[in-house]
């Protein structure tokens, strides 16, 4: 059975910096792409990140580029959101999801994981 | 970017109905094209993945049609646990935009 769970997420102060971390079972973890989708208190889903199944290949939203960094590690079957220079538009429920294939290009992120609580505020 | 854009943003049914939502692409991504299904307090779940193909354990009343900009999820025989928030999302190519979502409420 497929597992994702999320874990890190805190209140953190504006200009702070956090690390999420998503670890997955029941897979062949490098086989699989990954991604973090977030969603703002009330609001719809906004995608955020993917790093293919090599980890040599990263794509993020514009508006995260240059603060959030993605990774994973094979060897703890994890992946790594590092979130730096945390705005108040960052708070929201981060999802971690598998995608379906191993590119992170062009897959469908076909199972979830049931999120972690971001909160920036002073 | 691509953009995407769902409507209606809300619609209100009745148990047994058939209700249908559309998803625009602000230009072609083929067919791919995701339909996810939310409920209040748990994560999406996906219904439909490559506009059409249903997936695993997902029931056969939810279907989804259209390639190149426009695409449409039909629920056929509305039942008592379909009443959700559903966003489409392109992987055409990232950023992997979703739809605002559009919310189904009992009627």
């Known amino acids: 059975e497929v597992q994702l769970v999320e874990s890190g997420g805190d209140l953190v102060q504006p200009g702070g910096s956090l690390r999420l971390s998503c670890a997955a079972s029941?897979?062949?973890?490098?086989?699989?792409?990954m991604s973090w989708v977030r969603q703002a208190p009330g609001k719809g889903l906004e995608w955020v990140s993917n790093?293919?199944?090599?980890?040599?290949?990263?794509y993020y939203a514009d508006s995260v580029k240059g603060r959030f960094a993605l990774s994973r590690d094979t060897s703890k079957n994890t992946v790594y959101l590092d979130m730096d220079s945390l705005r108040a538009e960052d708070t929201a429920l981060y999802y971690c999801?598998?995608?379906?294939?191993?590119?992170?290009?062009?897959?469908?992120?076909?199972?979830w994981g049931r999120g972690t609580l971001v909160i920036v505020s002073s | 970017d691509i953009q995407m854009t769902q409507s209606p943003s809300s619609l209100s049914a009745s148990v047994g109905d058939t209700v249908t939502i559309a998803c625009r692409a602000s230009?072609?991504?083929?067919?791919?094209l995701n339909w996810f299904q939310q409920k209040p307090g748990q994560a999406p779940k996906l219904l439909i993945y490559?506009?059409?193909s249903l997936h695993s354990g997902v029931p056969s009343r939810f279907s989804g049609s259209g390639s190149g900009t426009d695409f449409t999820l039909t629920i056929s025989s509305l039942q008592p646990e379909d009443f959700a928030t559903f966003y489409c999302?392109?992987?055409?190519?990232?950023?992997?935009?979703f739809g605002q979502g559009t919310r189904l409420e009992i009627k």
């Open positions: 490559a506009a059409s």
């Open positions: 029941g897979f062949i973890f490098r086989n699989y792409a």
């Open positions: 999801a598998r995608l379906s294939g191993a590119s992170g290009y062009d897959e469908v992120p076909d199972y």
């Open positions: 999302q392109q992987s055409y190519s990232p950023p992997h935009s």
């Open positions: 790093i293919s199944g090599s980890g040599t290949r990263t």
């Open positions: 230009q072609t991504i083929d067919n791919y």
